[in-house]
């Protein structure tokens, strides 16, 4: 991304979020919008509306800022988007950079009576590479880049989302403790749920004739890390990032010395770098969902835990698991 789009997107957001005020408080109260009596809970994106709406059920609304279908990274948000989180009682967002727009939105809320759960907060958080670092942001300084070499896809990780559940049910219990008990209870299923998908891939990763993926883009690292794997990625943490010819040569000998039979894309962004590599090297392509949006297909949509299991079945096959 180029300075000047930097500066341009956080003129933009300070310019939105003021508008939203001016025209917010030339409101009467008795025309604004009723308000609903449940909790309201603003996410960035689609996992954490998925692990909010495990917890609260239909005792809270969930509304996820990026549309089905839309890449976290290169949302935009309108002055609507901006509205929903001033609004909201709690607001999530994962706070490493794949949401640096609701980040700085985020800073103004607790001000406001809103509060802010900073998923990363608390995650050990892993690091892109030197390599990809300098690809990714070699125009853009330190100070305006903020976290972007920290890895926030760290929801892939099936132990790490059970951590992040509970401290979504823990706020939300403190924010409505008359459900308090309702919260956690619901958090404890799901991770048990997450405890069951965690099994799953323990079980069906273990004996694998290779134990390392080529991917589009830098995503899975904490799946990798947690199930003893190692990954090769065309992209850095973006996938807009455009790798230098050197580095896709370096990619093509690598996939070929470690004999990797499949190049995994991905849904929300454009398969062509990893199906051109695929067919110069003669090998197959496969869908690695990185989970960060969940496209509607006839009226609804996969769930995290589908997707996550839909990923350890093209895993099996890519790595010749028994």
């Not at 002055?79 to 001033?86: A, F, K, L, T, V």
């Not at 009682?89 to 950079?97: Q, T, Y």
């Not at 809103?114 to 030197?130: K, N, P, Q, T, Y």
Request: proline share 5%; hydrophobic share 40%; net charge negative.
């Amino acid at each position: 991304m180029k300075k000047g789009y930097v500066i341009f997107g956080v003129v933009s957001l300070l310019l939105l979020s003021g508008a939203y005020w001016l025209m917010r408080d030339g409101i009467p109260a008795d025309q604004q919008t009723p308000q609903d009596d449940r909790l309201r809970i603003v996410v960035s994106f689609f996992p954490y509306g998925e692990f909010a709406r495990a917890v609260v059920g239909d005792r809270a609304t969930v509304s996820e800022l990026v549309p089905s279908g839309v890449e976290p990274h290169d949302f935009e948000p309108t002055p609507r988007d901006i509205e929903q989180m001033y609004r909201a009682d709690i607001v999530i967002i994962n706070g490493a950079g794949i949401d640096a727009w609701a980040e700085k939105v985020a800073r103004e809320l607790p001000e406001r009576g809103v509060r802010v759960i900073r998923m990363a907060d608390g995650i050990e958080l892993l690091s892109a590479s030197e390599e990809e670092h300098e690809e990714e942001n070699q125009e853009i300084s330190h100070e305006e880049s903020g976290n972007h070499s920290a890895d926030p896809h760290f929801w892939l990780d099936p132990i790490l989302a059970e951590s992040q559940v509970r401290t979504i049910a823990q706020v939300i219990g403190e924010q409505d403790e008359q459900h308090r008990d309702f919260y956690q209870a619901r958090a404890e299923v799901f991770a048990l749920e997450l405890g069951r998908l965690d099994q799953e891939y323990q079980t069906g990763l273990r004996q694998c004739r290779l134990r390392t993926i080529v991917t589009s883009h830098d995503a899975f690292a904490y799946l990798a890390k947690r199930y003893l794997l190692e990954t090769v990625s065309i992209a850095g943490l973006s996938p807009d990032a455009e790798p230098s010819s050197q580095r896709l040569a370096e990619i093509a000998r690598e996939t070929s010395r470690l004999g990797v039979k499949f190049i995994f894309f991905e849904t929300l962004s454009s398969p062509k770098l990893a199906q051109t590599l695929a067919s110069e090297l003669g090998i197959g392509t496969l869908v690695f969902d990185p989970i960060e949006g969940s496209p509607v297909v006839d009226g609804a949509r996969a769930t995290y835990t589908e997707l996550m299991r839909s990923n350890l079945r093209n895993l099996e096959v890519a790595l010749e698991c028994l």
